[in-house]
């Protein structure tokens, strides 16, 4: 499995026990990391992904309760709702990988995680928060090019 597939999915599993545990976060993430011991690569990517989807929850959270009509963000399955939210920071606020990609993982997760229906919705709401990004932005609503393999490109076999 590639490095950076395998840190969302560590990724989903921090806010998947953020979620449920309502307790602090940073507890959570540090008490994680003592059971899962990975590549460096692979935690640092998980923690930005974590960490930029809580510190930008708000933000996030209005996106998805804006396009998920008649859903209520609070009664969506927990898998799917953190799906989406890391889903949302990465097509926001991370700017290493494509759209396309992003979009893709998340709803890989969806199929892996959720239940059957859960990849279509995920794709719904990450693919109408995209073109609404897009449109605000200025920029192409088509993915960009993928950059250059690196070490932690979604390329590279994970360790």
């Given at each position: 499995m590639?490095k950076?597939?395998k840190?969302?999915?560590?990724?989903?599993?921090?806010?998947y026990?953020?979620?449920?545990?309502?307790?602090?976060?940073?507890h959570?993430?540090d008490e994680?990391?003592?059971?899962?011991?990975?590549?460096?690569?692979?935690?640092?990517?998980?923690?930005?992904?974590?960490r930029?989807?809580?510190?930008?929850?708000?933000?996030?959270?209005?996106?998805?309760?804006?396009?998920a009509?008649?859903?209520d963000i609070?009664?969506?399955?927990v898998v799917?709702?953190?799906?989406?939210?890391?889903?949302?920071?990465?097509?926001?606020?991370?700017?290493?990988?494509?759209?396309k990609v992003?979009?893709?993982?998340?709803?890989?997760?969806a199929k892996?995680?959720?239940?059957?229906?859960?990849?279509?919705f995920?794709n719904?709401?990450?693919?109408?928060i995209?073109?609404?990004h897009a449109?605000?932005?200025?920029?192409?609503a088509?993915?960009?090019?993928?950059?250059?393999?690196?070490?932690?490109?979604d390329d590279a076999?994970?360790?």
């Amino acid at each position: 499995m590639r490095k950076r597939t395998k840190a969302r999915e560590y990724a989903l599993q921090l806010l998947y026990q953020v979620d449920i545990s309502r307790l602090d976060a940073v507890h959570e993430i540090d008490e994680f990391w003592q059971y899962h011991h990975v590549a460096p690569e692979v935690r640092t990517f998980a923690d930005r992904l974590v960490r930029g989807t809580l510190q930008h929850a708000q933000e996030i959270d209005r996106l998805i309760a804006a396009c998920a009509n008649n859903w209520d963000i609070a009664r969506m399955a927990v898998v799917d709702r953190n799906i989406l939210r890391m889903g949302v920071f990465e097509l926001l606020h991370a700017d290493d990988a494509p759209p396309k990609v992003c979009l893709n993982e998340a709803v890989e997760l969806a199929k892996r995680f959720g239940d059957e229906e859960s990849s279509r919705f995920v794709n719904g709401i990450l693919d109408t928060i995209h073109k609404q990004h897009a449109a605000r932005t200025g920029s192409s609503a088509e993915p960009s090019a993928p950059s250059p393999a690196s070490p932690l490109s979604d390329d590279a076999p994970a360790t």
